[in-house]
């Protein structure tokens, strides 16, 4: 099939400098979005090295190799260990981005799957036969308190420990979760940051992204209504839809 792809990034109303980083391009089959920490500068390090060594890792696969299920999932798989190991070895040697990470999510379009990619609480959606399905999993204190049945969603205690992620891109060992599903034409992938998931309801992304004209007016659409709504972080989304050939 056929892509579409749009990415969107902003700083929002509160933040100076824009942590988070974004890769799309129907061409290349792939969309990546990174939220980073660790300070201003080791965020923007570290979602800038992660977007940048994936990209470039899975650019490398030609025409025949994405049909090859078992090449894109080993390609993703190493090209985000291969980010990781950077954003480590750049830790190492200055001291000022000591403790720089990032999360990531991904899709690595197939013919006729789509290879998902998750680590840490950025989020990946998909739109398709009038709903819209989180794919990721939170990979954060509060989700997983939340999955235990130990935390209330809407408490206080949530709201405080909501920016504690318990995975992410420059930790000593990662761990990557992976989904492989079939792709259908005119499903449409959201990949997004916190920025935009914290403030933008799920039911509020399938509207705008089924209403809008384009792709690219869609993120628009999604930034917008989350700088509306206070723009207390950065915000970051990146679309792919599958058209029929």
Not at 23 to 29: H, L
Not at 90 to 103: I, K, N, Q
Not at 166 to 182: K, N, S, Y
Request: aromatic share 2%; with cysteine; hydrophobic share 40%.
């Amino acid at each position: 099939m056929k892509l579409q792809a749009a990415a969107l990034t902003h700083k929002g109303r509160v933040r100076e400098d824009n942590e988070d980083s974004c890769f799309a391009d129907a061409y290349d089959r792939l969309a990546v979005v990174c939220d980073g920490m660790g300070g201003h500068a080791g965020g923007q390090v570290a979602s800038e090295l992660a977007v940048e060594v994936v990209s470039s890792g899975l650019r490398r696969l030609r025409g025949p190799d994405w049909a090859d299920e078992e090449r894109v999932v080993e390609s993703v798989k190493n090209a985000i260990f291969g980010a990781n190991d950077h954003i480590l070895s750049r830790a190492r040697v200055d001291p000022a981005l000591s403790d720089m990470g990032t999360t990531i999510v991904l899709c690595a379009f197939m013919p006729d799957r789509v290879i998902t990619a998750n680590v840490g609480d950025s989020r990946i959606y998909r739109i398709g036969g009038g709903g819209i399905v989180q794919i990721s999993e939170d990979h954060s204190l509060v989700a997983e308190r939340v999955r235990a049945g130990l935390l209330d969603p809407d408490s206080e205690e949530a709201r405080l420990l909501s920016n504690i992620v318990t995975r992410a891109l420059g930790m000593d060992h990662v761990t990557v979760d992976m989904t492989i599903e079939d792709l259908h034409a005119d499903d449409t992938y959201l990949m997004c940051s916190d920025g935009l998931h914290d403030l933008v309801e799920a039911e509020d992304m399938l509207s705008i992204v089924a209403n809008a004209d384009t792709l690219e007016r869609a993120c628009v659409e999604l930034v917008d209504m989350a700088l509306r709504r206070g723009g207390h972080d950065n915000i970051t989304v990146a679309l792919v839809r599958a058209l029929p050939d």
